[in-house]
C-alpha cells in the first residue's frame, strides 16, 4: 500500500542526498518526493510517498533515523490528513476543443493560467486521485506536456506533527 | 592563539587524547602533514598501503576501545581507504577517517586527484563531512568523534579541502562544550514493563540460549552479562565477533554459532524455547535459512540500533538501549535456576562430537591448520590479542583459539575483508604494546597487505604472524569442492617464499612442514625480539566443518567425514 511520510531533515547541503540513496540502498522505491523550507529556520520538510507494508514501512522509519541529519518522521497515512497534489497541464486548443477543455476546468476547479491561439496552461491542486481523474478527461483533448508537483501533506486537526522537544529544538 | 586549518586539525587529535594515527601523505594533505612536527606527542605511522593503514588504525580500535584514526590524501588516498572503512562500518568499529580534498574552489572541475569521497563513503560510514571553511574544522571533527563512539559506534568520514588546512584563524580556542545534534539520538532506555516483560519470559524458560553478540563487547558489559548468564544460568552462544565476551572456558559458553558454529551449539539453537539475543544483529551467517529458524523459541532482543530489532528476525521483546545498562536493571528480576535437564541435553550432544575433534588426532604426518591454531592457544599467554585474515584459517581460529579477555580477538566479521590480518595486527600492538600480539593469516589473504612487513620493520614491533599456507585460496576452494564438483578455478595459488620475504624485510622467517615442528616453532617465535613470520605447510584439501551451507538451515550441517578422523597411526 502507498505510505505517505512526512520527514523532517537539517536544511544542509547533502541531506536530500543522503535520504534519497538511503531508499535505494534499502531498495525502497520512491513513488513521489517534495521537500521545501519550514517556518523553523534550518528545517526542511520532505514529503516521500512509498509502497511497502506496515513492516517495511517500520523498518525505514527506523533506518532514516540512523541518518544524523533527519530529525523527524512520520507515517501519515493511517492518520487523518490532507495530501495535495499540483499539476500543470499545457494543452492544445488547435482541434476546436476550447470549449469543453473550459467545461472540464470548471468541473474539477482547476484554473487556467496562460493562454495562446494555440495553447492553454492549466493548473489544478487536489489530491492524488482528483489530479489522475483530470488528466484522463484531458488526454484525448491533447495534452502537449505536464508536470507534477508530487503530494505534500498534512495531518488535520489543531496540532502540529512537529514534535521539536525531543530534538532540543 | 593563531592557527592554520591543519593545525587546528592536529590540536583537535590531542583534545580526543589521541595517541598514533595511521596515515598516508600526498599533495592535498601536505599543510597537515607539514604541521606534524609541532603534535611529537601523536605517534604517525606510514602503512605501505592506506587500506593497510585504515584496518590498523581499525585493530587499534578494537583493542583499546577507542576511537582508531586513518588518514589519506585525496582522490587514490581516499579510494584505497574504501575497504577499510567498510570493514569498520560493517563491524560497528569506532573510527574516523581524515582525507584531503582538492582546494574548493576546484571542487567540481574534476581537478588533479578530485574525488566525490563523500558521495562515495555515504553508504559504509555512520556519517560524513566534507569542510570547505577552515572555521568549521573543529566542530566538524568534534562531532565526528562524538558520532563515531556514541550510540552505536561506526566510521565517520572528514573530508577538509586545502584552502581549509592552509586557511588561518586569528583568534582560535578550543571549545569542549557538549555537542548537540538536532536528529541524533544515540540514548535510548528501555521502559521498565518491557524489562519486566523479559524477565518473565526469562524465567518462564526450560530451554534458553543466550546469543552473545559483539554489543556486549562494544559496551563494556561483560561483567553484567557474566552476572546474568550466571544467575538464568543458560548456555551461550557466540556470533564470531561476540568472543571474549565471556571466557571461551566458561561452563556456559558453548562456543560459536553459526555457518561453521559447534554442532550443538545450533542444536541447541534450534531447539531453544527462548532466545536472548544480546548485542548481535541476525545476521544471515548465523541463522541460516529464516524460515526454520529457533521456530519454537520467545526471542528477546538487547540493541543499541532500533533498526536492527524485528529487521532479520521478529521479536516478541526488544529493549533498546546501551546493553551495560538495560542488564543492570534486568538482573535482579531473574530469578536463579539450574536448568539442570537442558544444561545436561547440550552436554550429551556435546561430548558425542568432541571424540571426533580433529585435535585429539593422533599425529599421522598430516600437518592440520586446526593442530597449529590449538598449539598457539596452549602456549600462548591468556591475554593474548588474536588477530585473523579471512577464510578457512579464520573459522579455525574462532573455533579452536579460545578466547578468554575481552578484547582481544579481532577479526572482520561483517565484510570479511581478506588483508585485514597482518595490518589489524599491527594497530592492534599499537594498543596493546605489552601484550603477546599474533595474527593468523592464510597465504592468499597474507600477500593482499603483505607489504605491511615493511611497516612493522620500519616501527620496530613485535608481531607474530602465522602463515597457514595450504596452497588454496581455501575457504573459496571448499565451496568448489562442496557445491561445484571440485572445479577448482583459480584457487590453487603459488606463493613467494614466506621465510625469504620476511628476510628481506629484516625479519625472522621459520617453516613448519611436520606436526612435531610446531611447538618448537611457536617457542623460537615466541622468543625472538623481533616479528616473525612461521609459514606452516598444511593440509592442502581440509575443509572447516561442520558446515551449514548457505540458505540451509542451521541444523543442516556438513560434518567432517569421519575417514580422516579414523585414520590410524602410521598410515
Ligand atoms: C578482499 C576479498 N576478496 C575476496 C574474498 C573472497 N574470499 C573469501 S575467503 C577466500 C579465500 C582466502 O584464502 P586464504 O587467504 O588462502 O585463506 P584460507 O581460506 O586458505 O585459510 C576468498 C578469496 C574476500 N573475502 N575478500
Known amino acids: ?169 | 592563539m593563531k592557527r592554520s586549518g591543519a593545525q587546528i586539525i592536529w590540536e583537535c587529535l590531542v583534545k580526543e587524547n589521541i595517541k598514533v594515527i595511521f596515515g598516508y601523505p600526498g599533495g592535498a594533505n601536505l599543510p597537515i602533514y607539514d604541521a606534524m612536527r609541532g603534535y611529537p606527542q601523536i605517534h604517525h605511522v606510514l602503512p605501505r598501503h592506506e587500506q593497510g593503514g585504515g584496518h590498523m588504525a581499525d585493530g587499534y580500535a578494537r583493542v583499546s576501545g577507542k576511537v582508531g584514526v586513518a588518514m589519506g590524501t585525496s582522490g587514490p588516498g581516499a579510494t584505497n581507504l574504501v575497504t577499510a572503512i567498510a570493514t569498520a562500518h560493517m563491524d560497528s568499529i569506532p573510527m574516523v577517517f581524515i582525507t584531503a580534498q582538492v582546494t574548493s574552489k576546484l571542487i567540481g572541475y574534476d581537478a588533479f586527484q578530485e574525488t566525490d569521497v563523500t558521495g562515495i563513503t555515504l553508504p559504509i560510514t555512520k556519517h560524513n563531512y566534507l569542510v570547505t571553511d577552515v572555521y568549521d574544522i573543529m566542530p566538524t571533527l568534534r562531532e565526528a568523534f562524538y558520532i563515531a563512539k556514541s550510540g552505536r559506534p561506526g566510521p565517520v568520514l572528514v573530508d577538509i579541502t586545502k584552502d581549509a588546512q592552509q586557511a588561518f584563524i586569528e583568534d582560535w580556542e578550543y571549545d569542549d562544550t557538549p555537542i548537540h545534534l538536532k536528529g541524533y539520538r544515540p540514548d535510548f532506555t528501555p521502559a521498565l514493563a518491557s524489562i519486566k516483560e523479559a524477565a518473565a519470559l526469562i524465567n518462564s524458560a526450560k530451554k534458553p540460549v543466550i546469543l552473545a553478540g559483539h554489543g556486549i563487547l562494544m559496551g563494556n558489559a561483560m561483567k553484567e552479562f557474566k552476572e546474568f548468564a550466571e544467575k538464568a544460568h543458560a548456555p551461550i552462544a557466540m556470533t564470531l565477533l561476540g568472543m571474549g565476551a565471556i571466557s571461551a572456558h566458561h561452563p556456559l559458553n558453548m562456543g560459536m554459532m553459526g555457518m561453521h558454529g559447534e554442532s550443538w551449539v545450533n542444536h541447541a539453537i534450534q531447539d531453544a524455547d527462548l532466545i536472548l539475543a544480546f548485542g548481535m544483529r541476525f545476521d544471515d551467517r548465523v541463522t541460516g535459512n529464516l524460515n526454520n529458524y529457533a521456530k519454537n523459541a520467545k526471542k528477546i532482543h538487547i540493541e543499541i540500533d532500533p533498526s536492527e530489532v524485528n529487521k532479520n528476525v521478529k521479536v516478541d521483546v526488544g529493549l533498546i538501549g546501551n546493553i551495560k545498562e538495560i542488564l543492570t536493571q534486568l538482573n535482579p528480576f531473574v530469578e536463579k535456576n539450574d536448568r539442570k535437564e537442558w544444561l545436561k541435553v547440550i552436554s550429551d550432544m556435546k561430548g558425542e562430537t568432541a571424540v571426533r575433534d580433529i585435535v585429539n588426532l593422533p599425529d599421522n604426518g598430516h600437518l592440520y591448520a586446526a593442530q597449529v591454531v590449538n598449539d598457539i592457544r596452549r602456549l600462548a599467554p591468556k591475554n593474548t590479542v588474536i588477530t585473523t585474515d579471512v577464510g578457512q584459517h579464520q573459522m579455525w581460529t574462532a573455533q579452536y583459539f579460545k578466547v578468554e579477555d575481552a578484547h582481544t580477538w579481532v577479526t572482520s566479521g561483517g565484510l570479511g575483508t581478506m588483508g585485514f590480518g597482518l595490518p589489524s595486527a599491527i594497530g592492534a600492538k599499537f594498543a596493546s604494546p605489552e601484550s603477546e600480539v599474533w595474527t593468523v593469516c592464510g597465504d592468499g589473504g597474507f600477500q593482499m597487505t603483505a607489504a605491511e612487513l615493511s611497516t612493522i620493520a620500519q616501527e620496530e614491533i613485535k608481531v607474530n604472524i602465522a602463515i597457514i599456507n595450504n596452497g588454496f585460496l581455501g575457504m573459496v576452494r571448499q565451496w568448489q569442492e562442496f557445491f561445484y564438483d571440485k572445479n577448482y578455478a583459480s584457487t590453487p595459488m603459488k606463493s613467494p617464499d614466506f621465510v625469504k620475504l620476511a628476510e628481506a624485510h629484516g625479519l625472522k622467517g621459520i617453516r613448519v612442514t611436520k606436526r612435531s615442528e610446531v611447538e618448537a616453532a611457536i617457542k623460537e617465535a615466541q622468543a625472538h625480539p623481533g616479528s616473525v613470520v612461521i609459514d606452516f605447510k598444511v593440509e592442502q584439501e581440509d575443509s572447516v566443518y561442520p558446515m551449514v551451507p548457505a540458505g540451509a538451515s542451521l541444523h543442516e550441517m556438513i560434518r567432517r567425514p569421519s575417514s580422516i578422523v579414523e585414520t590410524p597411526l602410521d598410515e
Open chain 1, 1 to 169: 500500500m502507498l505510505h505517505t511520510l512526512v520527514i523532517l531533515v537539517e536544511d544542509k547541503p547533502g541531506v536530500l542526498n543522503r535520504v534519497a540513496s538511503l531508499f535505494r540502498r534499502r531498495t525502497y522505491n520512491i513513488e513521489s518526493l517534495t521537500v521545501g523550507h519550514t517556518d523553523i529556520p534550518g528545517v526542511s520538510r520532505m514529503t516521500i510517498t512509498v509502497v511497502g507494508n506496515d513492516d517495511h514501512i517500520e523498518r525505514l522509519t527506523s533506518y532514516l533515523y540512523k541518518l544524523v541529519n533527519v530529525i523527524q518522521v512520520e507515517d501519515l497515512t493511517k492518520r487523518k490528513m490532507v495530501s495535495r497534489d499540483l499539476a500543470l497541464i499545457k494543452i492544445s486548443t488547435q482541434n476546436e476543443k476550447r470549449a469543453e477543455i473550459f467545461q472540464m476546468v470548471e468541473v474539477f476547479r482547476a484554473k487556467v493560467i496562460d493562454v495562446t491561439n494555440e495553447s492553454l496552461i492549466i493548473e489544478i491542486t487536489g489530491s492524488d486521485d482528483k489530479i489522475s481523474g483530470f488528466i484522463d478527461v484531458m488526454k484525448p483533448l491533447g495534452i502537449i506536456e505536464m508536470v507534477r508537483t508530487g503530494a505534500i501533506a498534512m495531518e488535520r486537526g489543531s496540532d502540529s506533527l512537529i514534535n521539536l522537544a525531543e530534538s532540543g529544538l
